[in-house]
């Protein structure tokens, strides 16, 4: 049992909390929420270039640094600080993810372009029927020459509009919800055929509805294999989830020390609203669902590489317990801060919303209840 | 005790439900239904309708121009009004101003505000909260020093809703300020044209522009303009205060989110099935349901007290609390069941051609922004924490 980080990851954690503190302040990001791109291609480059994070999860074979789940979570938990928008779990997380485990033969190039600073990714797997469920899929490919031509709808695809390239989940064979009969693409996000239609997020982001008409793509686009991809569907998502958990720590950690650093200043009754003892046990209760959130999201990072079972149960686990927390810390932060919570003015609010987000992302709380009680009490237990 | 209705009170129900129906304006049933924010006309136009009916201030004694309903027929109004989904009447002159005026005010104040009260064509707004005064309000620092038959305000409001559109505001403001906190207070009316205002918008999270800071500097208010005694405003704000968590509990309107939530459930899809067949969200919105009854008969009980001769009391504040706690568990359950369509922001989109590619249901679309302003309920009119506070101290004595 070993809850200390390398000296590597120590120094990894330096250099992004580093960035965020002097490169990412709130005002940087609002102004960023606000430019047209809505995101800063060149912070994306200092990141690949300067900083050399967008490495860190991949293989020295692969040209990267050799870490693996746990670098993934201190980068996201640093950028979870700062609400950092750039597309590293889309990118790093997501699309390096299927490309190392799915393979390919775009994988190697695709990988080095992604260390790189060149390649952006993001995950078109949702669909407007389809809900949490990952394999509800009514997008298709079919065969076409030596290729595939995919059709179908796409929905809330996070980072699309900042992307080169798309993964996007497709029904090969079998029935709409059917486990078997998936198949994983990686497209060109510039693809004939692809509309995309682009928009802001609650919390700050952007995202598209995509339309795949007639998308044309070579054998050689296919991750992993073909009708079997749910498995490495998960998979990764999992991983997502893991890392979206860390996110969700450090906006919580920041929300927390922001509440208590306004309840010591606000005075109202001529004491600070800190002297206040239901205040007290409300920053106590954030405290414990924080301290709970890091335990959890530690536990299903170390786990992502166990069997499928240990795994989801893991993984679902903690995105319940993080969800639960966002739910409540964000709340109670507002609270506290009174009218003040309720401005576009003050951070907080901003952190609240993304908390929001991450609540309902890659499935709320009730879908990974249900998918814990079936691994651990259900039919597959 | 006896849980029906009278056959006159359902034949009042009957009435007011075929007059909304009748009179309620379509195009305001266009805006709400794109859920677009409400402007001022907006408001303003169902409460000319109901003030010509003479149905604009349910609670006001018939002398002012009340239709002298009973709190049950009351109780009826704004379940019908709240079932047919009308947009609310903006409270600060009828439930707030208004009774003030009519229970401190001289006869000339009388007549001079109520009727345009009435009519709509003042629109008020509530100037009582200051940076340094929030919950303790009594700490408020905005000062006004006699000149004459004038008094000069200094100081700064803020949180002062919709007074973008104000015509009028009341303000407590300090007028003794050697005197103990709640002592030295004025209960002042002020024109929002007066030289010396600032409006300027606090934008809220979910983008919009409810509330503001309203900053006065040396603002001349004629002495005619002060409601009730000088240093006596504090008997207002408390007298207003009551009245203002009368009504606070919205059953009426959050059974109609309810509805929502079920209607939302029936149309989104889960592993081929309508959300509302799920096992777990069902059983959330059944205990919302019964979170609600339980608001509602408290509710009851309370307008049957009040039938009795009892004002509103502290109890008031228990409906203030549970109500808002329903509000804001409504507005989570829609924002789950609006899952992967909560997030896109729909302020300012809406440019044309892009049709082929809806974003999402439009039940979707403010979820989100709604779930954030609702917040709001439990911070404002006393917050719930100022709420128990309340009640540990009034009700149990502790
Ligand atoms: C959307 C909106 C609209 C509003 N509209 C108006 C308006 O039209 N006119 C107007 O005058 N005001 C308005 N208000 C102001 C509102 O009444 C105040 O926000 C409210 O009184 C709380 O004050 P505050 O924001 O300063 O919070 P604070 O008083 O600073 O409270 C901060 C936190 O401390 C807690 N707290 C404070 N005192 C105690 C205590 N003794 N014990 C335990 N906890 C305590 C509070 O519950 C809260 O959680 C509005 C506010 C909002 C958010």
């Known amino acids: 049992m070993d809850f200390n980080f390398t000296d590597e990851q120590n120094m990894l954690r330096d250099t992004v909390a580093k960035f965020v503190q002097q490169q990412y302040d709130f ?46 979570m201190i980068v996201m938990e640093e950028f979870g600080k700062g609400l950092v928008i750039e597309p590293y779990l889309g990118t790093v ?43 509800d899929l009514t997008t298709t490919a079919t065969k076409d020459g030596a290729g595939y031509s995919i059709n179908g709808r796409k929905a809330v695809v996070v980072g699309a509009p900042w992307a080169s390239h798309l993964i996007v989940t497709t029904r090969t ?39 795949f008409d007639n998308v044309k793509v070579g054998a050689d686009a296919v991750i992993g294999t073909v009708d079997q991809g749910l498995d490495l569907v998960e998979l990764v998502t999992d991983e997502a989830i893991a890392a979206l958990c860390a996110e969700a720590v450090g906006a919580m950690r920041k929300i927390h020390e922001t509440t208590i650093d306004y309840a010591r200043q606000r005075k109202q ?25 890091v335990s959890m999201t530690y536990m299903a990072t170390l786990k992502l590489d166990e069997s499928n079972v240990e795994r989801t149960k893991a993984v679902s686990a903690a995105k319940v317990q993080i969800g639960k927390a966002c739910r409540f810390v964000g709340q109670a932060a507002i609270q506290i801060h009174g009218g003040m919570g309720m401005t576009d003015e003050l951070a907080v609010g901003h952190y609240f919303k993304r908390a929001t987000m991450i609540e309902g992302l890659f499935g709320s709380v009730d879908h990974h209840l249900r998918r814990y009680e079936t691994f651990s009490l259900g039919d597959a237990a | 005790m006896n849980l029906d209705f009278s056959p006159e009170d359902l034949a009042f129900k009957a009435e007011v439900r075929a007059f909304i129906a009748e009179n309620y ?14 402007g001022k006309e907006d408001f303003l136009a169902w409460h000319r309708i109901l003030a010509k009916k003479g149905w604009v201030n349910p609670a006001w004694p018939t002398e002012y121009g009340g239709p002298g309903w009973t709190s049950v027929q009351r109780y009826i109004w704004s379940e019908e009004c709240a079932l047919a989904d009308t ?49 303790d309000l009594a700490n408020l620092r905005t000062k006004a020093v006699r000149d004459g038959d004038h008094y000069i305000v200094n100081g700064q409001k803020t949180w002062t809703t919709m007074a973008q559109h104000a015509d009028w505001g009341f303000f407590l403001v300090r007028t003794d300020p050697d005197a103990k906190a709640q002592e030295g207070i004025s209960f002042l009316l002020i024109d929002m044209k007066s030289p010396g205002i600032t409006v300027r918008p606090i934008i809220t999270l979910g983008g919009e522009h409810e509330v503001n800071e309203v900053w006065l500097e040396n603002v001349r208010v004629p002495v005619e303009n002060r409601i009730f005694h000088e240093n006596k405003g504090w008997t207002c704000a408390k007298f207003l205060l009551a009245h203002e968590r009368s009504g606070i509990a919205g059953v009426a309107r959050s059974k109609r989110g309810v509805d929502r939530i079920k209607s939302i459930a029936r149309t989104e899809s ?39 001769g009892k004002g509103p009391g502290p109890e008031s504040s228990l409906l203030k609390v549970k109500g808002t706690e329903i509000q804001q568990r409504i507005t989570e359950l829609a924002l789950e069941a609006a899952g992967h369509y909560g997030m896109p922001y729909f302020r300012g989109f809406g440019e044309a051609g892009h049709n082929a590619l809806a974003i999402g249901p439009d039940y979707a679309h403010r979820t989100a922004p709604t779930y954030f302003n609702v917040r709001k309920t439990s911070i404002y009119g006393g917050s719930n924490e100022i709420q128990r506070n309340i009640i540990s101290k009034m009700v149990l004595g502790l």
Request: charge should be negative; proline fraction near 6%; glycine fraction near 12%.
């Open chain 1, 27 to 72: 005002d940087t990001r609002r102004a960023i929420v606000k430019s047209e791109a809505g995101w800063r291609p060149d912070y994306w480059k200092v990141m690949a270039e300067e900083l050399g994070i967008l490495g860190a999860p991949f293989s020295e074979d692969q040209g990267g640094l050799g870490g693996g789940p746990v670098d993934n």
């Open chain 1, 93 to 135: 997380v997501i699309g390096g993810g299927f490309l190392k485990h799915g393979g390919g033969a775009q994988a190697g190039d695709l990988i080095a372009s992604i260390i790189g600073g060149e390649a952006t990714f993001a995950f078109a797997y949702a669909e407007p029927q389809g809900r949490y469920n990952l394999a």
């Open chain 1, 173 to 211: 064979a079998g029935g709409q919800r059917d486990r078997a009969g998936v198949t994983v693409f990686v497209v060109p996000a510039d693809a004939a055929g692809i509309t995309r239609r682009d928009y802001p997020t609650v919390d700050g982001l952007r995202a598209s509805e995509i339309q």
């Open chain 1, 269 to 293: 009754f001529g004491v600070p609203i800190s002297s206040f003892q239901v205040l007290q046990h409300r920053m106590v209760d954030m405290f414990m669902n924080v301290e709970q959130s």
């Open chain 2, 25 to 38: 304006p379509a195009h305001l049933r266009d805006v709400q239904d794109e859920g677009e924010e409400l």
């Open chain 2, 87 to 135: 947009v609310p009447i903006l409270p600060f002159g009828i439930n707030m101003v208004g009774p003030v005026i009519y229970t401190f005010g001289t006869p000339e104040q009388k007549a001079k505000f109520l009727p345009p009260t009435l009519t709509g064509d003042i629109w008020w707004c509530q100037g009582y909260s200051e940076p340094g005064a929030g919950s």
């Open chain 2, 270 to 308: 889960q592993d081929g099935q309508p959300l509302i067949k799920d096992s777990f969200f069902k059983r959330k919105i059944a205990e919302l349901e019964i979170d609600l009854l339980a608001l509602e008969y408290t509710e009851l009980r309370t307008l049957a007290a009040e039938n009795a």
